[in-house]
């Protein structure tokens, strides 16, 4: 790859962080709130007088659901598997989207391709600020779930300005911008729901932040990213123009590590969405308690992220990863205490903090310059996939059979993914840092 000149390296990187971290922040709000979000729907919308509605139609196929099982489904679990359907659209959605944004990039540059996902970012939100009816909140869903694309686009901006040394600190940065955000953003967004503005949504202020971060976080993109992609700049056009590009020794295929992350995430992000759910079923939570568990669970990750990720070969760091995510699902299917609860959201803080970011770092290794925001898309359009259908499966297993049955199958399932990662993953060429040298590159 062509040389990046590391003020500008250091720039683009500070760039990245602060939008992505307004970006996350913003993103996460939302999570503490679906119960009550939905409940508030609910009410309003799905009585004896209301079976005209979208949101009425849609519980009326979900009663449908339940009468195929058996066993008797308690009403209170229409939320779980309502608030599973609506965390699969949208990442169904975005497995549709993300790679044809990554494609786009790789064309027409990361700059236009971010703007241009922003514009659709600021769409969403600001339908979710209008929502006050279901109908609403829903096309919120679908036009975030299509036109989200700064995770990816960040992850293609760090790969064209890293190195192979510097490159898995790098996409560990992005990584800690995910933990803080989960630290911060949760709690803040159960707090801002607690303040009535418009008393037809009681969600509108925090959806009006939210909003007000995706336009920050835009005009300070527009002013301030320069492109990345190589054949865009006039330090790539140069390099190119004086020699041809290395060729990219494959060591991990694209379809292992696809795999890989589709079945992680199919397993992760079922257990990741239910949280909320079993925490309110098991312990009462409101959305204040489980935005200090998800705190909690931001905090412990971005110290790893900080203080241990950045400095370990991707390819452990995905090993690790997914042993904590195994302990974690044994723990979740069992505890009866608060104090182990935050015993199991300490292994998920550990998972957060290094699978998807050592994959992504794989992942960069496979692809060349011209087709890395394919690739880094497509990988990202399978692990969408898996989220995708996670919630919704998980969420109707521990609907229909309770939690101890939901997180043993679960348990289970990341057990074949750790042996899959453990026999079939390697480590490419370069990946591991030679000590005292690259360290000094960092920032």
């Known amino acids: 790859m062509a040389a990046v000149d590391p003020s500008t390296r250091k720039r683009v990187l500070k760039v990245i962080f602060v939008s992505l971290l307004l970006d996350l922040i913003s993103f996460t709000f939302i999570l503490p709130l679906f119960p009550k979000l939905l409940e508030f729907y609910r009410n309003s919308e799905a009585g004896p007088e209301s079976q005209s509605t979208l949101l009425a139609r849609i519980l009326s196929g979900?009663?449908?659901?339940?009468?195929?099982?058996?066993?008797?489904?308690?009403?209170?679990?229409?939320?779980?598997?309502?608030?599973?359907?609506l965390g699969s659209l949208f990442s169904l959605l975005q497995a549709i989207a993300s790679p044809v944004i990554g494609h786009l990039s790789?064309?027409?540059?990361?700059?236009?391709?971010?703007?241009?996902?922003?514009?659709?970012?600021?769409?969403?939100?600001?339908?979710?600020?209008?929502?006050?009816?279901?109908?609403?909140?829903?096309?919120?869903?679908?036009?975030?779930?299509?036109?989200?694309?700064?995770?990816?686009?960040?992850?293609a901006i760090a790969t064209d300005i890293s190195d192979e040394n510097s490159r898995g600190s790098t996409m560990a940065l992005i990584g800690a911008c995910f933990s803080?955000?989960?630290?911060?953003?949760?709690?803040?967004g159960a707090y801002l729901s607690s303040i009535a503005t418009v008393a037809a949504n009681p969600f509108a202020t925090a959806a009006g932040v939210s909003l007000s971060l995706i336009v920050v976080e835009t005009a300070y993109l527009y002013f301030s990213l320069p492109e990345t992609l190589p054949n865009k700049t006039e330090e790539g056009q140069t390099a190119k123009k004086a020699a041809k590009p290395a060729?990219?020794?494959?060591?991990?295929?694209?379809?292992?590590?696809?795999?890989?992350?589709?079945?992680?995430?199919?397993?992760?992000?079922?257990?990741?969405?239910?949280?909320?759910?079993?925490?309110?079923?098991?312990f009462q939570y409101d959305s204040a308690q489980n935005g200090r568990l998800l705190g909690y669970v931001g905090l412990v990750a971005s110290i790893l992220q900080g203080g241990v990720t950045r400095r370990l070969p991707p390819l452990l760091t995905v090993q690790i990863g997914v042993s904590a995510c195994l302990v974690a699902f044994v723990l979740l299917g069992r505890i009866t205490t608060v104090g182990?609860?935050?015993?199991?959201?300490?292994?998920?803080?550990?998972?957060?903090?290094?699978?998807?970011?050592?994959?992504?770092?794989?992942?960069?290794?496979?692809?060349?310059?011209?087709?890395?925001?394919?690739?880094?898309?497509?990988?990202?359009?399978?692990?969408?996939?898996?989220?995708?259908?996670?919630?919704?499966?998980?969420?109707?297993?521990?609907?229909?059979?309770?939690?101890?049955?939901a997180y043993g199958a679960g348990a289970a399932g990341i057990l074949g993914v750790t042996l899959l990662v453990f026999a079939g993953l390697k480590s490419p060429p370069g990946s591991v840092k030679k000590k005292g040298k690259a360290e000094k590159k960092e920032l």
């Open 62 to 85: 979900l009663n449908a659901y339940k009468s195929a099982f058996a066993k008797p489904i308690d009403s209170r679990y229409d939320i779980v598997l309502l608030g599973g359907a």
């Open 106 to 155: 790789d064309k027409y540059g990361r700059r236009a391709a971010l703007l241009a996902s922003m514009a659709g970012n600021i769409l969403s939100v600001l339908l979710w600020v209008m929502a006050v009816d279901f109908r609403t909140f829903l096309a919120s869903r679908i036009v975030g779930g299509l036109s989200e694309g700064n995770v990816q686009l960040a992850t």
């Open 180 to 188: 803080i955000a989960f630290t911060f953003g949760p709690a803040l």
């Open 247 to 282: 060729a990219v020794t494959r060591t991990n295929s694209h379809i292992l590590l696809n795999l890989v992350h589709f079945s992680f995430l199919l397993f992760f992000s079922g257990m990741e969405f239910s949280l909320p759910f079993m925490t309110y079923d098991l």
């Open 340 to 405: 182990s609860l935050y015993l199991a959201a300490t292994c998920l803080a550990t998972t957060s903090a290094t699978v998807v970011s050592g994959l992504n770092t794989l992942s960069s290794f496979e692809a060349s310059e011209g087709e890395r925001g394919g690739k880094l898309g497509i990988l990202r359009s399978w692990g969408q996939l898996g989220r995708g259908l996670g919630p919704i499966l998980f969420t109707s297993v521990y609907w229909w059979a309770g939690r101890e049955v």
